[in-house]
């Protein structure tokens, strides 16, 4: 099993296992806890945790610190949610679980695109 399924099957929300395994395995240390509130689409449905959780790892790599940096993680955010939207037709957790897509699934699916983007 992926390290980030088997973070989803400690307890962790979608969020926050893309967010511990892209730590473990880019070395890096985003403190889980910002993921924490993704979880379940916003806990309303809203945005997938998953995605919510890519893009917080990607900040973390490609984010600016100061304002008149060029903000890169503009080109990865649009590949991944675009990958994303195209292979599901959502963004919305409630749309991705009323089409059968499972949490497992769609953290695979999201944690292997925002390796892909960043290569």
Do not use: W
């Not at 399924?5 to 893309?18: H, P």
């Not at 880019?26 to 806990?43: K, S």
């Not at 998953?50 to 984010?63: D, E, F, N, P, Q």
Request: glycine share 10%.
């Amino acid at each position: 099993m992926k390290k980030v399924l088997e973070f989803r099957d400690q307890g962790y929300n979608c969020a926050e296992s893309i967010v511990k395994t892209f730590n473990e395995e880019h070395n890096l240390n985003i403190p889980v806890q910002v993921a924490t509130p993704f979880g379940t689409g916003m806990a309303v449905g809203g945005t997938c945790g998953a995605i919510a959780g890519a893009l917080i790892s990607l900040g973390a790599i490609k984010g600016r610190e100061e304002a008149t940096d060029t903000n890169e993680s503009r080109k990865y955010t649009k590949d991944i949610v675009n990958k994303v939207k195209e292979k599901y037709g959502t963004l919305e957790c409630i749309e991705l679980k009323k089409k059968g897509i499972s949490c497992g699934e769609i953290i695979e699916y999201t944690y292997e695109v925002l390796n892909e983007s960043i290569k």
